[in-house]
């Protein structure tokens, strides 16, 4: 135990240190969202699994869990979606490509992508919300006879805080594949439908008992989504959801992101509805 102790701890600082990577590319994808390709500085094999997330270090600013956004087959980068909304968020999209970030993790429970395996895919998405989903996009095009049909139900702001335009549009092209977008608040260019995310559930060809939903987005489109996915048949285990709060640790020991009797870096961020339901219901968690 004696000398166990200082070995536990040097695992817990190195479990802790960020490790250095470097910006290879931003991508403006809006006006205040940036897609960041993000290389080791070290041979590192980079690996996660979709719904994961890591502890991003703008240095001398501060440090912010953001869920991967790319692909879980490429193993020499990582790839984050940030939205800019306050010091660090914002000091991370105005990174130029070779500027330095410090990466943690990954971290975080995962998509059901294996559960999922033979059934339907069912992705309901708001806004930023999308970018920890696009993984399990990725994952099920790659692996399309392991998956029954894609369909993908996002909703944003306006036209213009839609994600990934031309991958929507090649995505929707993909066979077994349905694409659905909606927005809040259309624009003269915009010819889609005009609405919230629920409203284009009557369009989505869904079969619920041989489904598995992943829902990730602001919380109270969440608890409609929820509501939509349930009137339409699915049992409350075959939905999962993506919690946000805010993190310092990202591993469990610090406290800061709890929920109850769960730790939201830890137990979640990805959570089967069931597990959750209580919890959900009470507002002032
Ligand atoms: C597991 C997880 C995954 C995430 N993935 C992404 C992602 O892929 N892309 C992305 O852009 N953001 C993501 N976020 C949210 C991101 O971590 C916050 O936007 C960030 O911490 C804000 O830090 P800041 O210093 O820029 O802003 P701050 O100055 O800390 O806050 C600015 C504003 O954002 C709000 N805010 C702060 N933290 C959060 C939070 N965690 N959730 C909601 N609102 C918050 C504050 O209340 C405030 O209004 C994720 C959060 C979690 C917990
Ligand atoms: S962020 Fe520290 S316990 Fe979750």
């Known amino acids: 135990m004696a000398t166990l102790a200082p070995q536990l701890e040097t695992a817990v600082q190195d479990f802790m240190v960020p490790r250095p990577y470097r910006v290879q590319r931003v991508g403006k994808e809006t006006a205040d969202t940036f897609t ?15 719904g994961q997330f890591s502890m991003l270090w703008a240095f001398g600013v501060g ?33 130029r490509a070779g500027a330095e970030i410090g990466v943690r993790g990954p971290y975080g429970a995962a998509w059901p992508i294996e559960a999922a395996r033979g059934r339907d895919v069912v992705i309901v998405a708001g806004g930023i919300g999308l970018a920890p989903l696009r993984p399990v996009i990725y994952h099920v095009l790659a692996h399309r006879k392991d998956y029954g049909r894609l369909v993908l139900l ?11 335009r031309k991958e929507l549009a090649s995505w929707a092209r993909q066979p077994d594949t349905q694409v659905l977008e909606t927005v809040d608040h259309g624009n003269l260019a915009w010819h889609g439908h005009v609405g919230v995310v629920t409203t284009i559930f ?15 987005g602001p919380e109270i489109m969440m ?16 939905i999962h959801l993506s919690m946000e709060r805010n993190m310092r640790c990202g591993t469990g020991f610090c406290g800061h992101c709890q929920w109850g009797p769960l730790f939201i870096c830890k137990d979640g961020p990805v959570f089967r509805y069931d597990r959750i339901r209580p919890l959900m219901d009470r507002h002032e968690l």
Do not use: N, W
Request: charged share 25%; with cysteine.
């Open 36 to 50: 960041l390709t993000l290389a080791p500085e070290s041979d590192e094999h980079t690996t996660f699994t979709p």
């Open 63 to 95: 440090e912010v869990p953001i869920s991967i956004s790319g692909d879980p087959a490429v193993h020499d980068r990582l790839t984050y979606t940030i939205r800019s909304v306050g010091a660090t968020t914002q000091a991370l999209v105005t990174r």
């Open 154 to 164: 996002y909703g944003s702001r306006s036209p213009r805080d839609l994600l990934y």
């Open 202 to 216: 009557k369009y989505a060809r869904l079969e619920p008992e041989r489904s598995t939903a992943m829902v990730c």
């Open 223 to 238: 608890r409609f989504a929820i509501r939509e996915l349930r009137a339409s048949g699915f049992a409350r285990e075959d």
